[in-house]
């Protein structure tokens, strides 16, 4: 105990103790900067107020830290000497009026004990902390089992829709009453037992999707630099109602994406209020603590309309923020007269300049986004953002080659440089799901190859039949490391454009009538635009009004009920299955795609069973007189195009 | 000490895998049992059976032997095991602290029978509200 009554006396005690006291009015300050400033942004979106929150939240540390500086700086220059506090010294008249008041030398005496109980404090809360830790590692093992893998494949598509790079594991959990989503460079959902067998599908994804929109937006990582704030200033409560303000917000956050992505609240809102009522069924879990209001989370989704924001607001409450804490901490120095370094006001608003890779140069910048994106892992990534000069990026890259082996560089570009020769089209080949799956695990052991698409014999196990499908492919690996056993992966190419998306519902390769309007009907006069955006439709019902569009913006008489354009189409489409047809069907013959592109020829000359030539008068961007030549050069009947009009220009 | 009681003994992590994944899939043969397990790691079939029996010897989980492949189903409810598990020191002392720790789609405290109430009323008033 004399240990401590000593060491309490020492500056760097004193000057905690002074920092810790200090720190009441400071916390209180922001918070009331922060109260004020959710107040201006009550109809701002949450990811306004998110960061709000966090940005006092991390002010207060480093409010914390300024404050300890300078209470150092202004410590007596000899320990030996007997400290006195000159700016609070006790008057030197006696005070005539006998005060029940403490002394300042005394309440000055009692705040240095206060030290060794805050230092306890903190030792507490952080234990606690990482003992939590630990029990929630543990979760990730224990009473777990993973769901029908339909379901592993529908999350690992929700999330490369979310664009997250890091695989996402999904596991039904005897512990959680709740879906939590924990870790976070091998995240996992964790769903309570029966969430999926108890909901509807929609219901199920919105919920993956609130988890994945915490994964994507690195909520994991924040949250732990929140728990170290609470742990430092556990003390004050307005520490924590900032960061219980930063929880609630993130939720918003989250709930927000999921409706944008959904695109409806109240499928979401019924979701959470599901979710709620069967927790309700249960008797008290495991795992319990407070926070959150879920009726207002749910007035919140339901409400008709966010207004739109005035630019003025954030402007007007960045300024009020500076002015104030500028205030806050020049007021800091100017009391403390003996202080050695005046701490510059505003150091604290100076966020710390994040090393982006938008600043790091060029080449760097296309070997982290295009060379290794698949492969590196995300601490090395950020550790690569953190570097500053050119030379520790050469260096950067050449440890991580080494760490891969000799061949590792040398194979990781020739599959890049296959991927790009083999997988390109309207986006480049690395691009490409099939790219990325090429250069991420290598060439597939074997290729089931539907490219040409047309009719395809479903495995049993898939509904069994004879079915019309999209182009596809199916890659099989014997072993992916982490991954498993015979891995088979399938691309599906639904717009006929030679974009392979890879898929897990084996039913998407099956194609409805829309295929074949798409690549029999019009497949000669779709202009490219609009094949892709066709692909990118993902309802019959857009489907439908696309095709009603494509043809309204071909008639020539909008007005009348027929469309002439589509009855001749159609027309030329019968003419030359009729007469065209040799071992392939007509339409697909040369001479069916030029009769279904330009009309019937205005004059026809055979030259014996060897060649045809058709004449066309005027074709638009041919001119005039324009002659084609079939020739039948197998002599089997079919005769090709040897001028082909339509071929573009290599 | 479960034959004085009468009551299974608290289950070891393997076991608890394996009530898991039996609340999760309802009753179930070895092989169902196995090919949920084996989706998150390497486990040989026959220690998933000799785990079951084991199981079903303590209490565990019951057996019906009705049909040739036989069936098993866990012998107590979910909840009961986590009221049982639930006395785990670790559990008790840090679940607040492990709560905060993970992010999930619900605050960690349950609505009270109230708020449960005013949801309900509200997702009626709102579907009423939008037909």
């Known amino acids: 105990m004399s240990h401590l009554a000593a060491w309490i006396h020492t500056p760097l005690a004193q000057a905690i103790g002074w920092t810790l006291a200090h720190f009441i009015w400071e916390g209180a300050v922001l918070a009331a900067v922060l109260m004020a400033l959710l107040r201006l942004h009550r109809e701002a979106p949450a990811r306004r107020r998110y960061a709000l929150a966090c940005l006092i939240l991390a002010a207060m540390p480093v409010a914390f830290a300024i404050t300890l500086a300078a209470m150092w700086a202004r410590r007596p220059a000899s320990v030996a000497m007997p400290i006195h506090w000159a700016p609070l010294a006790v008057p030197q008249v006696p005070i005539s009026v006998p005060s029940p008041r403490l002394s300042w030398a005394a309440v000055l005496d009692r705040l240095a004990w206060l030290v060794p109980v805050w230092f306890a404090g903190v030792a507490f809360f952080y234990a606690r902390g990482l003992a939590g830790w630990a029990a929630v590692r543990r979760l990730r093992r224990r009473g777990v089992c993973a769901p029908a893998p339909e379901w592993q494949a529908r999350l690992d598509e929700l999330a490369a829709r979310m664009r997250l790079l890091r695989p996402v594991a999904l596991l039904e959990s005897c512990f959680t009453d709740t879906p939590v989503l924990i870790g976070y460079l091998r995240p996992v959902i964790l769903l309570p037992l029966g969430c999926l067998t108890g909901l509807s599908a929609a219901q199920v994804e919105c919920i993956l999707l609130h988890e994945l929109a915490h994964a994507v937006r690195h909520d994991y990582v924040v949250n732990l630099l929140q728990a170290l704030v609470e742990g430092l200033l556990f003390y004050h409560p307005a520490v924590w109602w900032v960061s219980r303000v930063a929880r609630t917000e993130r939720e918003n956050c989250c709930d927000d994406r999921v409706v944008e992505l959904v695109g409806n609240a109240r499928v979401y809102a019924a979701t959470l209020a599901v979710l709620e009522q069967r927790r309700a069924l249960a008797p008290q879990a495991a795992l319990a603590a407070t926070g959150g209001n879920l009726m207002k989370r749910i007035r919140r989704l339901t409400k008709e309309s966010r207004g739109a924001q005035t630019s003025a607001a954030p402007a007007f409450s960045a300024a009020l923020l500076l002015v104030i804490l500028a205030a806050a901490l020049t007021a800091l120095p100017a009391k403390l007269p003996r202080a050695r370094h005046a701490i510059p006001a505003g150091v604290a608003l100076a966020p710390p300049k994040p090393q982006t890779a938008a600043e790091t140069t060029t080449p760097y910048r296309k070997w982290l986004k295009e060379d290794v994106v698949y492969i590196i892992s995300d601490q090395e990534r950020a550790a690569f953002q953190k570097l500053t000069t050119d030379a520790e990026r050469e260096e950067f890259i050449a440890e991580f080659w080494l760490q891969r082996g000799s061949a590792f560089k040398e194979e990781h570009y020739r599959r890049i440089a296959y991927a790009n020769q083999h997988f390109g089209g309207s986006k480049a080949g690395w691009k490409t799901d099939r790219g990325r799956i090429y250069i991420t695990y290598g060439p597939p052991d074997e290729i089931d190859d539907h490219s040409s698409g047309g009719s395809y014999r479903r495995p049993p196990e898939e509904g069994g039949g004879e079915v019309s499908a999209f182009p596809f492919q199916q890659w099989r690996y014997r072993y992916i490391e982490g991954v498993g056993n015979n891995i088979i992966i399938e691309f599906v190419d639904h717009g006929g454009t030679g974009d392979f998306r890879m898929t897990s519902d084996p039913s998407e390769k099956v194609a409805t009538p829309y295929r074949k309007w798409l690549n029999e009907d019009v497949v000669y006069i779709i202009g490219d635009a609009e094949r892709i955006a066709f692909g990118e439709l993902t309802t019959d019902q857009e489907r439908e009004n696309f095709i009603e569009e494509f043809w309204k913006r071909r008639n020539p008489t909008p007005d009348t009920v027929e469309n002439e354009f589509k009855e001749e189409h159609y027309r030329r489409i019968a003419y030359a299955n009729e007469h065209f047809s040799t071992g392939i069907p007509g339409w697909k013959t040369d001479m069916g795609r030029i009769y279904i592109v330009y009309g019937p020829p205005d004059a026809v000359a055979t030259m014996g069973a060897a060649a045809e030539a058709w004449i066309y008068r005027y074709i638009q961007g041919m001119g005039q007189n324009v002659t084609l030549v079939f020739e039948n050069s197998q002599g089997d009947g079919e005769f090709h195009l040897t001028n082909d009009p339509m071929r573009k220009p290599n | ?131």
């Not at chain 2, 986590?82 to 008790?92: H, V």
């Not at chain 2, 492990?98 to 709102?126: D, Q």
């Open chain 2, 1 to 131: 000490m479960s034959a004085k009681t009468n009551q299974p003994p608290r289950p070891t992590d393997a076991e608890l895998e394996i009530l898991t994944v039996l609340w999760s899939l309802g009753p179930s043969t070895v092989r169902d049992v196995h090919a949920t397990i084996v989706r998150r790691k390497p486990a040989q079939y026959t220690t998933v059976l000799k785990t079951l029996q084991i199981m079903a010897d303590k209490g565990l989980v019951k057996r019906n032997e009705k049909q040739r492949a036989h069936i098993y189903s866990a012998a107590r409810p979910r909840e009961w095991t986590q009221q049982q598990l639930a006395g785990d020191l670790l559990q008790r002392a840090f679940g607040g602290s492990a709560a905060s720790l993970m992010l999930g789609a619900l605050a960690a405290h349950r609505a009270s029978p109230t708020e449960l109430a005013e949801l309900r009323k509200f997702l009626e008033e709102y579907e009423k509200g939008k037909p």
